[in-house]
């Protein structure tokens, strides 16, 4: 397993990332891949997202549309040979692995884990306890507290259970808070209270003590009231000895808006706490048709977030929401938003990949 292992190098590496990374994002990703400079005849295998970010110390990863892995081999092959960890995008939510109470469905899942020890990838387990994407029996049942405490604690039991030791990070607690810092007004928080949160740590811990364990959010990439809200959360839970071991921090951000260009500031204070990092949902909307000065400042949103992992030496894994613009659920939810990966719908990779590859390189060490 692939530890947190940048060392106080890298720190100084990531300096000059502050400065040079945005001049560099626009030369072509091509250069790297034509393998080592000076070396006559030298013939290295092309240099991966994946291979990259091992030199620099962490994994790169990105969310997997189980539909498309089963029946687009271009996705297949990219899935399997640009990254070094992998995220079920829907598969391992509660609505597809438990889709009638107390009968499972592991089979979109299983197919993940198989390919990614096929592939020599992690998997981050997405997620154990949201107030989305919930069954219909969950949703529309009326149950009494007791009775929704141990649904959840069965839930988490069995399906952590089920992937035991197949798992590197579990996204246990997704979504918990609103904007202002205040928890969300879900299902479980009305019924079972704020304490829903320590328990589902508890729970999960009890069924594969080795798995890192995260609580997950969005909107949180910067210093603001929800952040600081899950800081104090987190810094609550580690008093009472909850197994809480990361922070994820899920990165959806949009060109029309300010990028975070103090989530390093953020990320420090959740390392200072002995906590490991991650970006786990990295994607970059864009008003749709996305011009090219739009591209740049995608690629640049990309680079804020990587910058902020590459530093905090606890953050130990770089996901992408998903990697072509052919599967994405941005223009979903958001109408006329979109192009928000960093391949477009034909896997040509965008300036937001170059990006990604020469802030790499220059966390590496490499030129
Ligand atoms: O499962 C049904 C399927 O039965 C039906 O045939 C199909 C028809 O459209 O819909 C399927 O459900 C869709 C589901 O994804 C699985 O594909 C839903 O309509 C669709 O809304 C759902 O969207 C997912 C969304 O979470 C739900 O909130 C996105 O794919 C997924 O990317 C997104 O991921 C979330 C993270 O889990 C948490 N953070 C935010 C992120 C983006 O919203």
């Known amino acids: 397993m692939l530890k947190p292992i940048r060392s106080v190098a890298v720190g100084a590496a990531a300096a000059v990332l502050l400065v040079s990374a ?5 030369a072509s990703a091509a250069t790297e891949d034509s393998g080592r400079r000076g070396g006559k005849g030298h013939s290295a295998a092309p240099q991966t997202l994946g291979t990259l970010g091992q ?5 790169i990863g990105t969310a997997v549309n189980a539909t498309a892995l089963a029946e687009d081999a271009p996705y297949r092959a990219k899935v399997a040979g ?23 469905d ?6 993940l884990v198989d390919f990614a020890k096929k592939n020599r990838q992690l998997v981050r387990g997405h997620t154990l306890v949201w107030h989305s994407q919930l069954p219909a ?4 049942g009326d149950f009494t507290a007791e009775e929704l405490r141990e649904i959840l604690h069965q839930h988490i039991t069995d399906q952590v259970t089920h992937f035991k030791g197949k798992i590197w990070q579990w996204d246990v607690v997704n979504e918990a808070f609103n904007e202002d810092g205040t928890l969300r007004d879900s299902i479980w928080l009305r019924k079972l209270g704020p304490g829903y949160i320590a328990d589902a740590f508890r729970w999960a811990h009890e069924a594969d003590p080795r798995a890192r364990l995260f609580i997950n ?3 949180i990439e910067g210093v603001n009231a929800k952040s600081t809200a899950l800081h104090e959360l987190v810094t609550g839970l580690r008093e009472q000895r909850v197994p809480v071991h990361g922070v994820g921090i899920q990165g959806h951000l949009g060109v029309q808006y300010s990028a975070p260009h103090d989530i390093a500031d953020n990320m420090l204070r959740f390392d200072r706490l002995g906590l490991e990092t991650a970006i786990t949902e990295a994607d970059v ?3 749709m048709p996305a011009d090219s000065t739009e591209l740049e400042a995608q690629a640049e949103g990309y680079g804020v977030l990587l910058r902020g992992c590459l530093l905090t030496p606890g953050c130990n894994d770089f996901t992408v929401w998903g990697f072509t613009d052919t599967y994405s659920w941005v223009p979903d939810t958001f109408p006329g938003q979109g192009a928000a990966n960093i391949f477009d719908a034909d896997y040509a990779p965008k300036p937001a990949y170059s ?3 020469q802030t790499l390189a220059l966390a590496a060490g490499r030129h």
Do not use: C, H
């Open 22 to 26: 945005f001049t560099l994002s626009s």
């Open 55 to 59: 030199k620099a110390g962490l994994r």
């Open 82 to 104: 640009e990254f070094s960890s992998v995220t079920a995008e829907n598969a391992m939510k509660w609505e597809a692995v438990e889709p009638q109470r107390g009968t499972y």
């Open 106 to 111: 592991w089979a979109a899942a299983d197919e």
């Open 137 to 140: 029996w969950l949703n529309n």
């Open 217 to 219: 959010d969005y909107n």
């Open 285 to 287: 909307r864009i008003p």
């Open 355 to 357: 990006t990604l590859r």
